[in-house]
């Protein structure tokens, strides 16, 4: 898999100084970490999910994740739990009969509803790697990590590749909690006992806002709304410390629509839906997030997009890694706009260069939207 593959080797070359890298889904989870980019949730309810993982409708589609939570009713949970079963296992087969190329596959994940789905799909998951990544778990607590976290392990155990857990926080118990800290140090605790299975931390932004009876607009970044930005924070501050996890940014709830003639809408780069993604996805990044849930294929790229590394950005990580190694002091950057200072600035050069790796480097005078533009079929 790479990003930004549908581009023309021309326009590879005039956008980036450093393509994005091929990444594999047995690659080091260190640098699986950064690639799960922009996961798109689709309902396990539909009938071509195989087809949709074999030749994907959209450019960027490189991890999905199949819901059977939130967005199935708990009327066609069995019949959805059976569907994606049926067609996961049309892909294994594939994949086995030599028909299908493993790598042509997107990450893929699926999202159980709780405990007990993911005990009673334990065989499953085992007869599926690696065309499963791994599993996603709604609305962790401490107990409900106590008790998932064991199933997790003993799928490894019998694995012939990694299957990867992904967790996200959105529980009440963590929202509400008078000692929130403590209660993620202890989630942290127990999740380091299981380190080489946990892909990255997720946040339920959704789910925490609805407590409270919240919803952002279009021109509200989560930074921007007191309870969500301090829970970020907060979740960031126990598990982002020495970049230890990948901590995913939350879902933007808005994508752009296609202007209908008469509509009054503007072209979609003018859309607030769009310049409220962007506006989050820049936020996101300079809080230390990387990789956001999607919610419809529009996002796709322009959350990838954000991804990329812009000229500046890499040569001070290049230098600065450089330096660190070297043990060398403070310096200024290349561009004699800032200090680059190895200490304190290491371990946001080496996270940049894994960004880098995976998503490429800006050639200088191209902007992300630049990227985002040409990516969607416009132009430089």
């Not at 800290?181 to 299975?197: A, C, F, G, S, T």
């Not at 924070?233 to 970049?243: K, Q």
């Not at 008469?262 to 996101?284: K, N, W």
């Amino acid at each position: 898999m790479r990003y930004f593959a549908h581009l023309a080797a021309a326009r590879t070359d005039a956008l980036f100084y450093e393509a994005p890298q091929p990444f594999f889904r047995d690659a080091p989870r260190e640098l699986l970490r950064f690639a799960v980019g922009a996961l798109l949730y689709t309902p396990a309810t539909g009938r071509r999910l195989a087809d949709m993982a074999r030749r994907p409708p959209w450019p960027g589609l490189k991890a999905l994740g199949f819901c059977l939570e939130d967005s199935v009713g708990e009327a066609e949970r069995q019949s959805a739990q059976k569907n994606l079963m049926r067609q996961v296992r049309r892909l294994t087969d594939l994949t086995q009969a030599g028909d299908l190329n493993l790598e042509d596959l997107p990450l893929l994940f699926v999202r159980v509803k709780d405990y007990a789905m993911l005990e009673a799909m334990q065989p499953f998951f085992q007869e599926n790697i690696p065309t499963l990544t791994g599993v996603i778990l709604p609305k962790v607590n401490l107990a409900r990590l106590q008790a998932c976290l064991p199933l997790v392990a003993e799928i490894n155990r019998r694995a012939v590749s990694p299957f990867y857990v992904m967790p996200i926080l959105e529980d009440e118990e963590i929202a509400a909690s008078a000692e929130r800290l403590l209660l993620l140090q202890r989630m942290r605790e127990l999740l380091d006992q299981y380190y080489p299975y946990v892909l990255n931390i997720r946040i339920g932004a959704t789910d925490c806002c609805g407590l409270y009876g919240i919803r952002r607009s279009a021109a509200t970044p989560s930074g921007r709304l007191n309870l969500l930005a301090a829970y970020i924070a907060d979740i960031a501050r126990i598990f982002a410390l020495r970049d230890r996890y990948t901590i995913s940014a939350p879902v933007w709830e808005y994508f752009p629509q296609a202007a209908d003639p008469g509509s009054g809408r503007g072209p979609v780069e003018e859309q607030p839906e769009l310049a409220g993604l962007f506006a989050e996805c820049d936020l996101d990044l300079q809080n230390g997030l990387i990789g956001k849930t999607a919610i419809h294929p529009s996002q796709l790229l322009p959350i990838q997009a954000m991804h990329a590394v812009e000229r500046e950005t890499y040569a001070d990580a290049m230098d600065i890694a450089e330096a660190a190694a070297s043990a060398r002091g403070v310096f200024a950057s290349a561009g004699r706009n800032k200090m680059n200072e190895p200490k304190p600035h290491e371990i946001w050069a080496r996270r940049i260069l894994k960004q880098a790796a995976v998503y490429g480097v800006l050639n200088r005078g191209v902007s992300r939207l630049d990227l985002w533009r040409a990516a969607t079929g416009g132009g430089v």
